[in-house]
């Protein structure tokens, strides 16, 4: 075979790699976050607390980012394709335990097991890493991480799911309507994706070169700047994920409709959208922009906007009255939105630029650490916002975002000045 037709044939691999592995992150991805939907309906039925069911739902986050370096550096060895496979499956065995437990105690358990699916997030970046040339691999991994819109697929289908089979039983009762059909129905798209990708996707995989050691991969984690885009992913992806579990109760807790009555679930979950969508679909736009200006200029941007949305955000009411006005604050947090999308692809593409053969070991623990960012953000919001100071979250956020670009902008400084010191010499 020419160089023109293996040239060809990366290009129709790479594309295919994208738009498949793009597909199943979607969907594991709303697998991940099923619960923030399902929770009410599974508290009637078992009668859980509040607590409970955010230790369900808190368990699910923690394994979806627990294992994200492990799933990347095995993609790095063995390819994404294999990994993709191999969570597809795994992740529709455990929704279908979901749909036939009948305590707090098997969800939990169970909860934490099918939270595997977040795991595909760093095999997915390492995957279409090594498939796409480094000119494109902005706007490819931020296309892919658009897949973080599947946090919104359970919340649009879900309750309409529930509603219409409540009390119905399917398969001479073997299948259960309600909360239950939805897992289930999970599994079955899971299983079928697995097939798309087994028979979509080339079989002949590219993996990272050389037959490295495990200390050899994972020193890239000595570095510094490792962990300063991992705080970054913590600003922008984790935080994403807290507030998109954060925000229904929210909107709910702090805001009124015109009757004088507390905005209800329904309308929050879809106040909520309007900042998952454009934190999930700027994504693209934050990795093309990050290919033509490059990363940083990017990322300081990304701050920028976050800062200023985040400072207003935090005012009491008593400052700025408008922010009583549930539409100019949910506004307000759209472009805030807007920024977090830019700013995740803007991250991810530091990680091939710098590390361009340990995408897999680095994406991974900034992936892992960003997860754990959502795990851990929620408790600090609901500290910061006491009664009659709603604006404590969004404090929080400003606060993160400061030690950011406090801690960017002395790295920068740092950098420029050994590349000066080079240029004298």
Known sequence: ???SQTSEAQKSGAIRVLWIST??????????????????????????????????????????????MPAGMIADRIGGRKVFIVLLLSSAVFAVAVAYAHSYVQLLILAFFVGIAGNSFTAGISWNSLWTPP?????????????NLGASVTKFIGPAIITATAGQAYFGGMVEGGWRLVPLIYAVLLILTAILVWLGTPKNDITAEGDRSLSERLAPLKHIQVWRFSLYYVAVFG?????????PNYYTSHFTASDGAPVSLTKAALITASFIFPASLMRPVGGWMSDKWGARSVMRLTFALMLVTAAILALPRGILPFLGDVWIFAFIVFIHGCAMGIGKAAV?????????????????LVGMLGGLGGFVLPPLFAAATPAGYPGGTFL??????????????????????VKANKKAD
């Open 23 to 68: 597909l199943a992150f979607t969907l594991m991805f709303a697998v991940w976050m099923m619960f923030g939907v399902l929770g009410v309906a599974i508290k009637e039925e078992l009668g859980l607390s509040d607590a409970q069911l955010a230790w369900i739902t808190s368990v699910a986050i923690l394994n979806g980012s627990m294992w994200r």
């Open 396 to 417: 929080v956020m400003a606060i993160l975002v400061v030690v950011c670009i406090i801690w960017m902008e002395i790295s920068i400084d740092r950098i420029e000045k």
């Open 239 to 247: 935080a994403y994920v807290a507030l998109s579990s954060w925000l």
């Open 135 to 147: 000119e494109r691999q902005g706007l490819a991994l931020g296309i892919f991480g658009a897949g």
């Open 348 to 364: 991810f593409k530091h990680i091939p630029t710098y590390y361009p053969q340990d995408v897999g070991a680095v994406g991974g």
């Open 1 to 3: 075979m020419g160089e």
